[in-house]
């Protein structure tokens, strides 16, 4: 092999990293996106919402290997509009905030459905417990004044006690059913990127007089 074949690779190979880093990134609009569950008690479904999350987004529908998704959620966060029940939900018998402060998601692999209609598997971590999870969700973007915006949306089909979510008398799937479905809706912008500073110039001696 020549040498200047040689000191030709790593520059090949540096560009071939910076082009599977194609897909681009996203700022979650917070006051536009929710992440909602909905849970079975008694026998009737109750819907519930988390306030704070956050999700770091890079994606393109031409791009899945580059593509990614992590999402942080504060469990103690969690709404479902009855006082009672929310106290018992951050609990030590569900999600015990006070010992696993954050639910944790990542994916790992992306298939396309079709144009618009996505699949994404990832880790979730809840209460330290890891387990694989699959996620089906639209992607679109379109023109919003003189920007542009991205709407990401889907669901996923959760077990609980799978990730020990349930402890006590809750492991009784007859008052609190197992199966648990999140569904999430973000609306997501391009970063914003500061103008660049510009150097002040040193002004000349006939500038300054």
């Known amino acids: 092999m020549n040498r200047p074949l040689v000191v030709l690779l790593p520059v090949l190979g540096l560009?071939?990293?910076?082009?599977?880093?194609a897909a681009p990134s996203?700022?979650?609009?917070?006051?536009?996106?929710?992440?909602?569950?909905?849970?079975?008690?008694?026998?009737?479904?109750?819907?519930?919402?988390?306030?704070?999350?956050?999700a770091l987004i890079a994606f393109s529908p031409?791009?899945?290997?580059?593509?990614?998704?992590d999402v942080t959620v504060d469990p103690a966060s969690a709404e479902t509009q009855d006082a009672d029940r929310n106290q018992t939900i951050v609990g030590p018998d569900f999600f015990d905030v006070a010992h696993?402060?954050?639910?944790?998601?990542?994916?790992?692999?992306?298939?396309?459905i079709d144009a618009t209609h996505f699949e994404a598997t990832g880790k979730l971590t809840l209460r330290?417990?890891?387990?694989?999870?699959k996620i089906a969700f639209t992607f679109s973007s379109?023109?919003?004044?003189?920007g542009e915006a991205a709407y990401l949306a889907g669901t996923a089909d959760l077990k609980r006690?799978?990730?020990g979510v349930g402890r006590g008398d809750y492991k009784d799937t007859d008052t609190v059913g197992d199966p648990v479905q999140v569904k999430f809706n973000l609306r997501l912008t391009p970063p914003t990127h500061l103008p660049d500073k510009k150097i002040p110039t040193t002004p000349s001696p006939a500038q300054s007089q």
């Open 26 to 54: 996203y700022r979650m609009d917070s006051a536009k996106s929710s992440l909602r569950f909905v849970a079975e008690q008694t026998g009737g479904k109750f819907e519930g919402s988390f306030k704070h999350f956050d």
């Open 128 to 133: 330290d417990v890891t387990r694989d999870v």
């Open 142 to 146: 379109r023109k919003e004044g003189a």
């Open 62 to 69: 031409t791009d899945l290997a580059s593509s990614r998704f």
């Open 161 to 163: 006690l799978e990730f």
């Open 15 to 21: 560009a071939v990293a910076l082009g599977a880093q």
């Open 100 to 112: 696993f402060r954050t639910a944790h998601f990542v994916t790992t692999t992306f298939r396309a």
